[in-house]
């Protein structure tokens, strides 16, 4: 039987790692965060210390309730801003803010409060709302006047006051990109398009997407750079109002010298807009009578090379959401799991060895007299309630977009190679060792898609060079080096059947291919909507 004690330990470890990689990447350490993640690794290593599996689990359980959830809330609410839905965006926040009430947390709300009231035109009561913050000389209080200036419009003080502070673009995203707008704001695209370039490593890091989405949204529109807008509003900002995205489609137009076809735009989208969206509008259409110098043929090409980038992230990448229908076959897998794990609930044997031999376990000396039956029925057993989650979340995360890129009918193929092969390897392994084993569990068949997926962006890296693809290969390969080494930690867990359920799935998507080639691209007259000669 696993050891679920020592599984959730070293996926404990492996996430607080990770929190750390990331934290010096951005070059930011958030103290709170740090403080939360130390007390719940302490709380770990005396559970694995004094043999303790409840204490091991609590730590687990605290993980999920005070760095999951949070997350999860924060990012609930800035969606629900983009979409100006500011009452369910303040209960999000205000529930993050309690979970976690530090690192400036508890400012959200505030923050929401001054957006909400700017939106009803009431921008001199949002200012006075965010004063006794602008006061603080810490990250709320510098985030408190970056939303100040961003209500206000007023792009030059961001200018100035970042000028008097250069060092802390280089440590927070967040002033770095209110710097990047500013500098297209107030007509040096060529001064934006440089500081995109000489931190675009570092935006391409930022682990929220809208934020990161945000950036290269500005640099598209006030580069003119249409194609990069359309694409950029198909991802984390898609629920964005329709206002929203015609506003920065017009502005593209503007910038890209299409005056009169972006004012037309502009003043229809004047009809009905509230003063905030009016005074944005009006500042747009003032600016058409001063048309700002296009850049220079090496910053377009820089820009048009971030555009394809793009383009190719989204089809490799974690941009935007997966254009499944539903995943049907993704959905369709997992209720056959709970199915599964209703009927061993029903004979009383979710963790019941005779039990799970009955209902089709794989046993190698059952399969070697001819029960090969059980090589698939084993994938759909699970031995308790915490193996069943662990198998059902990563097929949830992973199979949507495995099955967007791969079609349904070659997912199904995939996941069904990839989880009867393990079983065989396994049942293999034993034959020719003389061991026995009762193994279950969905994980092979997972590990097929994670395997899939790292071929479909070899493919990519080979024929397009894509750098989307090579990164997303490489952190494929090492979530399944990571199990590997879990699994030689844990021998409770089957090395056989993880590394070979992803060498079946890489090898089954080589040979039958997926829906990742590069689109033929359409001429531009098509693109724009207008019709061709």
């Known amino acids: 039987m696993p050891n679920w004690p020592d599984i959730v330990f070293w996926m404990l470890t492996a996430m607080s790692t990770l929190w750390a990689v990331m934290q010096v990447r951005q070059g930011i350490v958030q103290r709170g965060w740090l403080v939360v993640i130390a007390t719940i690794m302490a709380v770990a290593l005396v559970g694995r210390f004094l043999g303790q599996p409840v204490v091991i689990g609590g730590a687990g359980a605290l993980w999920l309730v005070f760095v999951c959830l949070p997350s999860i809330l924060s990012n609930a609410s800035t969606r629900q801003v983009i979409r100006e839905r500011y009452g369910p965006a303040k209960r999000l926040a205000d529930l993050a803010a309690l979970l976690h009430p530090a690192d400036g947390w508890p400012g959200a709300s505030r923050f929401i409060d001054a957006v909400a009231l700017t939106a009803r035109g009431d921008e001199d009561g949002a200012v006075a709302l965010l004063e006794p913050l602008c006061r603080l000389g810490n990250m709320v209080g510098q985030r408190a006047n970056l939303l100040r200036c961003r209500l206000t419009q007023n792009w030059a003080e961001i200018l100035a006051w970042s ?6 673009v280089e440590r927070d995203v967040e002033l770095l990109a209110a710097v990047i707008r500013a500098l297209g704001e107030t007509g040096d695209t060529a001064g934006m398009v440089d500081l995109y370039r000489r931190h675009r490593k570092r935006i391409r890091a930022i682990p929220l997407a809208i934020l990161r989405d945000s950036i290269q949204l500005n640099l598209f529109a006030l580069a003119g750079h249409r194609l990069g807008v359309e694409r950029i509003l198909g991802g984390s900002l898609a629920t964005a109002p329709p206002l929203y995205r015609d506003y ?128 698939l029925t084993a994938t759909f057993l699970h ?25 349904r009918g070659r997912t199904l193929i995939v996941y069904g190679l990839a989880g009867v092969g393990s079983m065989a390897a396994v049942a293999a392994k034993c034959w020719l060792t003389g061991e026995t084993m009762i193994l279950v569990g969905a994980s092979g068949a997972v590990m097929g898609l994670i395997g899939a997926t790292a071929a479909m962006m070899l493919r990519g890296w080979i024929n397009e060079r894509a750098v989307a693809a090579r990164n997303r ?39 039958l291919g997926d829906r990742l080639a590069r689109p033929t691209p359409q001429p531009a007259a098509q693109r724009s909507g207008q019709p061709l000669d």
């Open 163 to 168: 000028a008097a502070n250069p060092g802390m």
């Open 248 to 375: 920065w489609l017009a502005t593209a137009r503007l910038r890209a010298g299409e005056i009169d076809t972006a004012r037309a735009e502009f003043k229809r989208l004047l009809v009905g807009a509230d003063d905030v969206w009016a005074k944005a509008i009006g500042q747009r259409i003032a600016a058409s009578h001063e048309p700002i110098p296009p850049l220079d043929e090496s910053r377009q090409a820089f820009v048009a090379e971030e555009a394809t980038s793009l383009e190719a992230e989204i089809r490799f990448g974690e941009k935007g959401p997966p254009a499944t229908s539903g995943s049907p076959v993704t959905w369709s897998l997992v209720v056959l799991n709970l199915l599964a794990f209703a009927l061993q609930m029903a004979f009383d044997g979710s963790t019941d060895i005779k039990v799970l031999h009955r209902l089709g376990a794989l046993c190698p000396e059952c399969v070697g007299r001819g029960e090969w039956w059980r090589l």
């Open 383 to 407: 031995l308790g309630p915490i193996h069943l989650i662990m198998n059902l979340a990563a097929l949830a995360i992973l199979g949507p977009r495995a099955e967007a890129a791969l079609g």
């Open 473 to 511: 290969g490489l952190a494929m390969t090492g979530v399944v080096l990571g199990q590997m080494a879990i699994d030689t930690l844990v021998p409770q867990l089957s090395f056989t059947a993880h590394l070979s359920g992803a060498l079946i799935g890489f090898a089954a998507a080589l040979l």
